[in-house]
């Protein structure tokens, strides 16, 4: 790659309609430290400001709950519902645009609604297969939180259709089982997204950016596969959404959203076949993500035309000024090692941080 394509890396884009100022996208990462009402506090707002701070263009938050009832175990996750006090907020978007980067709202999947764990079919004994108006009910939560998250202050918001969670797994045919209008084609199985875009449209205004993380491999037999998540491409993109990003993983498979869980497995950029045959299918910017570390494999992905935007989460967990280091020309890869211990962390409800730094153990208390 040229020395002028590795400068357009860390130049302003064009994303989704929205101005970048560069090519980084700090993706989805659940920190498990909002306050009980799921608002994000001073902590939380400190973590998102050291990462826009640290340059990158846009930052995904985490998954935000649409309703409480939606709530899976202790982990503090972000909720944006009617109910939600609107102030802190529009603190925390103002905070972010202070430091010149976007904001993007992850609308959390869900999993879990109430005491019954659900999805598109009874893929396994104990859950219960929605109802198609219990999908117009939850295609409705989303389509009412995205208002608020226009209001509060957000450039975009993503739908989380990844790591075998609800929405992932309506497209995915080991999960989905269904013979009605939410089942059996591409066109079935994705409708669902494209009724939550169009909802968002009329709740949250058309203009307003809708994105989407987007599985494209499941690692469960008979799962999806590439080839399949990019038959869904061209249908996202005639529904409205502005960008793709290309993750893969399942509960219960070989593989979540940090890899192959087998280590001889692992590999740098293991999502990338997904994202190029996505990209192929589409007019739509993708952004790839999963175990992107180094300066010359983002270049390599730009170049080839693999992807157009480099979404990152545990490098920016270890080094938020990461995209700051690589654009004063400090090319070392990312200083993550990928082991997870910052996942663990946070699922002990004892917050986001990097276990392997030094002061690792000041944060091994709980964080309030
Ligand atoms: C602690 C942690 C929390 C995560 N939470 C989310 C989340 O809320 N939503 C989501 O889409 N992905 C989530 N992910 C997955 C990441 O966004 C990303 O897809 C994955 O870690 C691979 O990228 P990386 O190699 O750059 O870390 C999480 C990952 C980690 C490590
Ligand atoms: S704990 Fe491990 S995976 Fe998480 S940021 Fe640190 S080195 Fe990376």
Request: aromatic letters at 8%; one cysteine or more; hydrophobic letters at 40%.
């Amino acid at each position: 790659m040229s020395d002028q394509q590795v400068c357009s890396t860390f130049e302003p884009v064009e994303f989704m309609g929205l101005n970048l100022r560069n090519r980084f996208i700090r993706s989805a990462t659940m920190e498990g430290m909002a306050s009980t009402d799921g608002i994000p506090g001073p902590k939380l707002k400190d973590l998102y400001q050291a990462v826009a701070k640290g340059g990158a263009g846009l930052i995904s938050t985490s998954g935000c709950l649409p309703d409480p009832n939606w709530s899976v175990g202790p982990q503090r996750q972000l909720m944006l519902h009617a109910g939600t006090d609107r102030s802190a907020w529009e603190e925390f978007t103002r905070a972010i645009h202070s430091h010149g980067a976007l904001v993007s709202l992850q609308m959390s999947p869900f999993m879990r609604i109430g005491d019954r764990w659900v999805g598109p079919s009874e893929y396994r004994p104990g859950v219960h297969a929605l109802t198609t108006d219990e999908v117009d009910l939850i295609i409705s939560l989303y389509a009412r939180m995205a208002a608020l998250v226009r209001r509060v202050g957000f450039d975009a918001v993503q739908v989380h259709a990844g790591h075998g969670y609800g929405l992932a797994q309506f497209l995915s045919p080991y999960f989905n089982r269904r013979d009605d209008a939410y089942g059996g084609s591409a066109e079935n199985r994705a409708r669902i997204l494209v009724r939550i875009r169009k909802a968002i449209g009329e709740n949250a205004g058309d203009e307003f950016p809708v994105w989407i993380k987007m599985n494209s491999f499941d690692g469960v037999p008979g799962g999806l596969i590439p080839d399949q998540a990019a038959e869904y491409a061209p249908i996202l993109e005639e529904a409205g959404y502005g960008a793709i990003e290309v993750t893969g993983g399942a509960i219960g498979g070989s593989h979540d959203s940090r890899g192959a869980l087998d280590k001889n497995q692992w590999f740098e950029g293991y999502y990338l076949e997904g994202a190029a045959k996505v990209k192929a299918t589409t007019h739509l910017p993708v952004s790839a993500v999963g175990g992107i570390r180094k300066p010359d494999m983002i270049e390599r992905i730009l170049s080839e035309g693999v992807a157009d935007m480099i979404s990152l989460s545990r490098p920016l967990i270890r080094e938020p000024d990461l995209v700051h280091r690589w654009a004063k020309g400090d090319k070392a890869p990312a200083r993550c090692i990928s082991c997870n211990g910052c996942f663990k962390m946070m699922m002990k409800g004892k917050g986001l941080f990097c276990v392997q730094d030094q002061d690792a153990h000041d944060h091994e208390k709980p964080w309030t």
